[in-house]
């Protein structure tokens, strides 16, 4: 069998020859020079010193980067986004902060070069639906109940902005105000912002406590942070307090679980956090490229420290699936055992009758066998 090629005309081979070259032509657009990745060290080194929130290990750091640089670590590299990875690498190895991150943004750095009142306009138009947003998922208060034997259950996805949630914390602590315990479910939570120091707030007396103290290595500034001396609603005091945790509770939330325990204003059940303590930045090195630097730690009235890659370990560690149960067989339990007035009578009878229905019909048995730290 013989195969014919037809003719092509000009216009098909131009087109042709186009689509063939494309993909060389692009390569070759991608091709990082030496005095470029020269460049993103020496501004990844300035970046280290002045940003750095370990100032001792920021000297460290910067030498190693300068004897890989060198050694030829990154002669082979010809590829931006390869040469971002490979520097990320090295700079979590050197200096053990998972925080570090480089990202080639070519992107972002177009953006970030205009300043056109238009674009002003728009960022103000994202801050809008950011709202917009925000209440959509009700500022992250998913669920907010009272459960049989009295116990109150908030699920919190997300610490949203304090003068977007104020209102909505108030609304959901007077909703369970009256409750015996309370179970706060912090499972998959993101983090956010400084209205967690509010909701912790509700579980103090007036006077303001050092809640936590943050240095900003950037600035050279340290911040105190106290609960506040004012909440709208009534405080939840001397009441069982239950926080749960998992692998996916990140940052704000894991500070709100370290506060609350090491207070000892709650007992912290599930599994230990992530341990993502630091504050980050994400600073322009040039280039095209940007570093994810950590530039603030936390430090705890209590501990002197902070979670920082060693996460918040629960008092109760728990199989995942059985973490919610174990809280409010926990709960039972601390109800039961703390009524001791007789004076109720029948009524409190039926009550403590009505508990250990509830807890014999969660039990099972895997949530015989949790490990208390």
Not at 15 to 38: E, G, M, R, W
Not at 63 to 91: C, H, M, P, W
Request: net charge positive; with cysteine; glycine share 6%.
């Amino acid at each position: 069998m013989k195969l014919k090629f037809k003719k092509m005309s000009r216009l098909k081979i131009f087109i042709f020859v186009l689509f063939i070259s494309y993909p060389l032509k692009n390569k070759a657009q991608t091709v990082l020079s030496k005095q470029q990745k020269d460049n993103v060290i020496e501004n990844t080194k300035r970046v280290i010193k002045s940003n750095y929130v370990f100032i001792e290990k920021a000297r460290g750091l910067n030498r190693s980067l300068d004897s890989l640089n060198s050694l030829g670590r990154y002669n082979d590299v010809k590829d931006y986004q390869i040469f971002a990875d490979e520097l990320t690498n090295d700079l979590v190895s050197s200096s053990s902060d998972k925080h570090f991150k480089v990202q080639y943004r070519p992107d972002l750095a177009k953006s970030s070069r205009k300043e056109s009142n238009e674009e002003r306009n728009e960022s103000e138009e994202r801050i809008d639906l950011n709202f917009w947003y925000a209440q959509k998922v009700n500022f992250g208060f998913q669920e907010v109940e009272i459960l049989d034997g009295n116990i109150g259950y908030i699920r919190l996805t997300f610490f949203d902005s304090f003068q977007w949630v104020k209102t909505t914390i108030d609304a959901a602590m007077g909703f369970v105000s009256n409750t015996d315990a309370l179970i706060i479910d912090l499972r998959g939570n993101g983090g956010g912002y400084s209205s967690a120091t509010y909701l912790a707030s509700y579980f103090f007396k007036e006077e303001p406590t050092l809640w936590n103290t943050s240095f900003n290595r950037a600035t050279n500034e340290t911040e105190n942070e106290y609960t506040f001396q004012q909440v709208d609603g009534e405080r939840y005091l001397n009441k069982p307090i239950y926080v749960l945790v998992d692998e996916k509770s990140f940052s704000r939330a894991e500070g709100f679980a370290y506060g609350m325990k090491h207070f000892n204003k709650a007992t912290i059940l599930g599994q230990r956090t992530p341990g993502a303590a630091h504050f980050i930045d994400f600073i322009e090195i040039g280039d095209n490229f940007f570093i994810q630097v950590p530039v603030g730690r936390n430090i705890h009235p209590i501990t002197k420290t902070d979670w920082e890659g060693i996460g918040v370990v629960p008092h109760i560690i728990t199989l995942k699936e059985d973490t919610f149960k174990v809280a409010y067989d926990q709960a039972l339990d601390a109800l039961i055992a703390g009524q001791k007035n007789d004076a109720l009578g029948i009524h409190y009878d039926k009550l403590i009758k009505k508990y250990k229905r509830i807890k014999e019909k969660i039990k099972t048995k895997e949530t015989c066998c949790y490990h208390r730290e």
